[in-house]
């Protein structure tokens, strides 16, 4: 079994910085494509960042400059450091991992979502 658990969101102002973490558990031979969305109220979820496991990085047009994805293969988890927050990047953000539980299968498991709110 695989769990795959976001944390670090929260309420801050505008201008101001926060740091997500997904860390994936379990059995777990090997970790593809690793990435962040969000949804607002009333939205789609749309991607926001994404990194392979070579560790290119892709990013949405909003955020390009502000947010910076990375990701720790030895501790099986990636990060998302947000700076310049602006309100319109409240949401909830959610960690997607794309993870071979076993030699034959590559599978998408998706965290359970951390609230991210930025005041005005």
């Known amino acids: 079994q695989v769990h795959v658990v976001e944390s670090g969101g929260g309420l801050v102002q505008a201008g101001g910085s926060l740091r997500l973490s997904c860390a994936a558990s379990?059995?777990?031979?090997?970790?593809?494509?690793m990435g962040w969305y969000r949804q607002a109220p009333g939205k789609q979820r749309e991607l926001v960042a994404a990194?392979?496991?070579?560790?290119?990085?892709h990013y949405a047009d909003s955020v390009k400059g502000r947010f910076t994805i990375s990701r720790d293969n030895a501790k099986n988890t990636v990060y998302l450091q947000m700076n310049s927050l602006k309100p319109e990047d409240t949401a909830v953000y959610y960690c997607n991992a794309q993870i071979r539980p076993n030699w034959y299968e590559l599978r998408d498991y998706w965290g359970q979502g951390t609230q991210v709110t930025v005041s005005s």
């Open positions: 990194i392979t496991s070579g560790d290119s990085t």
């Open positions: 379990g059995s777990i031979v090997s970790i593809d494509g």
